[in-house]
Nanobody
């Protein structure tokens, strides 16, 4: 069974920063587009950012200029650096691996990010 293991969520004040991490199995990491999604209470899950080897990262308009997605291929890890956090960024954040050939999705368990004073 494929497991994506997320870490790094928590409570932060508006304007603060957090970094999320997601560890994926090497067999998945090297053949997938990696990404982060989020789901706020009462809302649908939405794309935050994705990254594929050889392509520019893709960001939701709401996070452009504040969030950065990056990978460490040696560690099979994808990161989401979140700066200038706003209350509307509060959500459960999910790591996603989408296999490039089959488009099969794998999800992490989710990590809570709460932005509040």
């Amino acid at each position: 069974q494929v497991r994506l293991v997320e870490s790094g969520g928590g409570l932060v004040q508006p304007g603060g920063s957090l970094r999320l991490s997601c560890l994926a199995p090497g067999s998945i990491f090297t053949v997938s587009a990696m990404g982060w999604y989020r789901q706020a209470p009462g809302k649908q899950r939405e794309l935050v950012a994705t990254i594929t080897a050889g392509s520019s990262p893709n960001y939701a308009d709401s996070v452009k200029g504040r969030f950065t997605i990056a990978t460490d291929n040696a560690k099979n890890t994808v990161y989401l650096q979140m700066n200038s956090l706003k209350s509307e960024d509060t959500a459960v954040y999910y790591c996603n691996a989408k296999l490039l050939m089959s488009r099969t999705d794998y999800w992490g368990q989710g990590t809570q990010v709460t932005v509040s004073s």
